[in-house]
């Protein structure tokens, strides 16, 4: 089973730094006067939410609960993608995915945003009754890199399933395969060869020399140099 996890350190490093906006928003709750002072572009928002326990309230536990889901998946097993023989398995920090290999209609590495602006992804696309379902892991959070996970992916050897170099999981599956190619040289010999059977061929195949005098042409009279009839 091939198996694509999230990083501890990076995982580690966003929970601090939620945690922190959490532990704020605490201070804000139990202690709102203390922010009746501040001042600044901001302030008025500020006062705003110190004025407001709900506010504060709210905003506490939307940074806590996001820090806790992302301790729990951090000392957990941290699989973001599991390919296995059955099917694959996709985990967001907000859920879980699995799918038989008939359902996946392609993973392949993608760039976000647009032009490529908003970082690469790791896009698994699967089929549902409704419609497709795309399921979006950050590069940035997982602990291989984009090289070695371009290389898991090329070695499962699955249609839809592709690396750096790949097409694109968007296209269908029997378009995956490598178009077949055109004997060229072939079809030239083809053309030539009716050409000939209908008389035109090229001026180089014919056996009349190109640039023989046509019969009848007068002949220029040879003259000398400063002599006449020589």
Do not use: C
Not at 7 to 32: D, R, T
Not at 125 to 154: A, C, F, P
Not at 206 to 218: D, E
Request: hydrophobic share 45%; glycine share 14%; aromatic share 8%.
């Amino acid at each position: 089973m091939t198996v694509i996890r999230y990083s501890l350190g990076k995982l580690l490093g966003i929970a601090a730094l939620l945690g922190a906006f959490a532990g704020f928003w605490l201070w804000v709750l139990l202690a709102p006067k203390t922010f009746m002072f501040v001042h600044g572009r901001y302030g008025w928002l500020i006062h705003l939410i110190a004025e407001n326990a709900w506010l504060s309230g709210g905003l506490f536990a939307a940074f806590f609960g996001v820090t806790a889901v992302i301790l729990m998946t951090a000392f957990g097993d941290r699989t973001a993608l599991a390919l296995g023989p059955e099917g694959v398995e996709a985990r967001t920090l907000l859920g879980r995915q699995q799918a038989g290999w008939e359902r996946v209609g392609g993973i392949a590495l993608e760039k976000a945003g647009p032009l490529g602006k908003g970082g690469e992804t790791l896009n698994v696309r699967l089929r549902q009754e409704t419609g497709e379902k795309l399921v979006k892991l950050s590069v940035k959070l997982l602990e291989q890199s984009r090289w070695e996970i371009g290389r898991l992916l090329d070695a499962t050897g699955r249609p839809g399933v592709h690396g750096l170099d790949g097409p694109p999981a968007s296209a269908p599956v029997g378009e995956m395969e490598q178009a077949p190619t055109m004997d060229y040289d072939a079809v030239i010999a083809r053309h030539l060869a009716a050409r000939e059977q209908a008389g035109t061929a090229p001026a180089a195949q014919r056996s009349v020399p190109v640039f023989q005098q046509p019969a009848g042409f007068p002949q220029a009279a040879r003259g000398g140099f400063g002599r006449k009839g020589l």
